[in-house]
């Protein structure tokens, strides 16, 4: 059975950082690539960040979150992660990790990350 289980969501005020965490299992992590996607209300969901299968090579960033947010995986641990540095408002959102490979994708259910004063 694939899963893809995050944690690491919460409350936090601006200024502040939060790791996220992604757990793979049920599939061959070290053949996915792994994304973070984030979603806030009313809008579209949104790339925020991307890293290869190896974790080597270019990472991508969106350019909101650039300078701020490191995503890093060990694939010793089935696991991705998405630092978050200096979180502003705007960064309120539900965080989703994605694991894809070719034309296959897997979803997590979300962890809710909210900024606020």
């Known amino acids: 059975q694939v899963q893809l289980v995050e944690s690491g969501g919460g409350l936090v005020q601006p200024g502040e950082a939060l790791r996220l965490s992604c757990a793979a299992s049920?599939?061959?992590?070290?053949?996915?690539?792994m994304q973070w996607h984030r979603q806030a209300p009313g809008k579209e969901r949104e790339l925020v960040a991307g890293i290869s299968s190896t974790g080597g090579g270019n990472k991508l960033y969106a350019d909101s979150v650039k300078g701020r947010f490191t995503i890093s995986r060990d694939n010793t641990k089935n696991t991705a992660f998405l630092q978050m540095n200096s979180l502003k408002p705007e960064d309120t959102a539900v965080y989703y990790c994605k694991a894809i490979m070719g034309r296959s994708a897997y979803w997590g259910q979300g962890t809710q990350v909210t900024v606020s004063a």
């Open positions: 049920g599939f061959t992590f070290t053949h996915y690539a």
